[in-house]
């Protein structure tokens, strides 16, 4: 079937812009995560959304970043006025729930210029 | 919060041989230790979880083991193979409370033909 989905796949903008990165869940998941990954790191944890619950916000970095995730489903991660150590890769999973499995979309590799 | 130490951070072995990678957590709460296979440019692949009920868990040439007690736990591939070669991320989890990830800074291991 068919795995997270999150595009764009590269985004490159300016210093100061804002960006949105989109992650489409595998089907049936109520449980999404952000994740990023600085060049040569391991993964930090963002934010976790799980079904109509308040999501858990404690991993943003800054109040430039931002997640939603409409109808259950589909999320969004928002990051405003870019800066150069936002440069890296945001990977979203999707589990059944918190307390299963979780699985990784391909990330976006963002740089910021 | 939950700290995670992995290692070694790079691991060369010849084919045929086995490698071991070693974590170590400081939650004593932590009760879910997956591990991670990351190919260049993809999303990380979960390729064995164990869950601290359970000491060993073994998948054909793969196997993790666990030491409450001591806190660390390790991954071991058998008979290696040059696709075995990716870097691969340990992480712990309290499924209690928070559901995010803590990862490791990840292996790179290389299986030399």
């Known amino acids: 079937g068919a795995g997270v989905s999150q595009s764009p796949s590269n985004k490159v903008t300016e210093k100061g812009k804002d960006v949105e990165l989109r992650c489409d869940p595998i089907s049936g998941h109520t449980a999404l995560y952000w994740y990023r990954q600085s060049l040569g790191q391991g993964l930090e944890f963002l934010i976790y959304?799980?079904?109509?619950?308040?999501?858990?916000k404690s991993g943003l970095p800054s109040d430039r970043f931002s997640a939603e995730r409409t109808g259950g489903s589909v999320s969004t991660l928002t990051i405003q006025r870019t800066q150069q150590e936002d440069s890296a890769v945001y990977l979203c999973a999707s589990s059944q729930g918190g307390n299963h499995e979780q699985y990784f979309g391909p990330g976006t590799r963002l740089t910021v210029t | 919060g939950e700290n995670v130490e992995q290692h070694p951070s790079t691991l060369s072995v010849q084919e045929g041989d086995s490698a071991v990678i070693k974590c170590t957590y400081s939650d004593s709460a932590s009760n879910y230790f997956p591990w991670y296979k990351q190919e260049l440019g993809k999303g990380p692949q979960l390729i064995i979880d164990?869950?601290?009920?359970?000491g060993e868990k073994k998948d054909q040439r793969i196997a993790v083991t666990l030491n409450k007690t001591a806190k660390h736990f390790s991954l071991h591939i058998t008979e290696t193979q040059p696709e075995d070669s990716a870097v691969y991320f340990c992480?712990?989890?309290?499924?209690?409370?928070?559901?995010?990830?803590?990862f490791g800074s990840g292996t790179q291991l290389t299986v030399l033909p």
């Open positions: 959304f799980q079904g109509n619950s308040a999501p858990d």
């Open positions: 992480a712990a989890s309290n499924r209690g409370s928070a559901r995010q990830l803590t």
């Open positions: 164990i869950r601290s009920n359970v």
